[in-house]
């Protein structure tokens, strides 16, 4: 069966400083990876989709980055935090059909 | 791009009551709404969804209608229980050459009081 994997868990990183979230897929290959984020009391973002390594398409202009360096391995960046990006950043994954599946989740907190 | 609103943002019921959550959808071209289920500080889980091809599904307890013409499809739970307290997501996608995604509406937190 299918696992997703994100780490850290939880991180807290001052503002300015750089990051690096990290998101694996176990039991699937040529999975579609997905990073959203949740701030507090709030729906669901997407930020960065990819079908394939190399492959980033971006929803939203921000100072985050994606990349997907391996076929199950998909990362997100950032060169200097601000405090607005503070939440809770959700990957997810999905095969040949719709059906999306959200890994455990990284809660970011910019101090 | 789609736009999916969701109602109501809250909705509080006694255990065994029924709860219904409704949301709107845009973009005619979509052709597949999942339903999500968020627990405080977990990830959200996919509960149930439907297809464009159908109109009605249903799971147990949880079951989700489809109105293709009027843009909007709803989520229905009976017999409520205290472990069903949640914040609800719909979504919208279709489906585009070996991908899709979703768009989600804003959410519902759930109550249902013992």
Not at chain 1, 43 to 50: D, K, N, T
Not at chain 1, 76 to 101: T, V
Not at chain 2, 48 to 66: H, M, P, Y
């Amino acid at each position: 069966s299918q696992t997703i994997h994100q780490w850290p868990a939880t991180l807290v990183q001052p503002v300015g400083s750089p990051l690096s979230l990290e998101c694996t897929v176990e039991g699937t290959s040529n999975p579609n990876l997905y990073w959203y984020r949740q701030a507090a009391g709030r729906g669901l973002q997407l930020l960065f989709y990819s079908v394939g390594i190399g492959q980033i398409s971006s929803e939203v202009p921000q100072n985050l980055s994606a990349s997907r360096p391996q076929d199950r391995q998909f990362i997100l960046s950032s060169k200097k935090l601000l405090l607005s990006d503070s939440g809770f950043y959700l990957c997810a994954w999905s095969g040949s059909s719709n059906e999306q599946y959200f890994g455990p989740g990284t809660r970011l907190t910019v101090t | 791009g789609e736009n999916v609103e969701q109602h109501p943002s809250t909705l509080s019921v006694q255990e065994g009551d029924s709860a219904v959550i409704k949301c709107t959808y845009s973009d005619s071209a979509s052709n597949y709404f999942p339903w999500y289920k968020q627990e405080l500080g977990k990830r959200p889980q996919l509960i149930i969804d439907i297809r464009s091809n159908v109109g009605e599904k249903k799971d147990q307890r949880i079951a989700v209608t489809l109105n293709k013409t009027a843009k909007h499809f709803s989520l229905h739970i009976t017999e409520t229980q205290p472990e069903d307290s949640a914040v609800y997501f719909c979504a919208a996608s279709r489906r585009n050459s070996g991908y899709s995604t979703l768009t989600f509406g804003k959410g519902t937190m759930l109550l249902v009081s013992p």
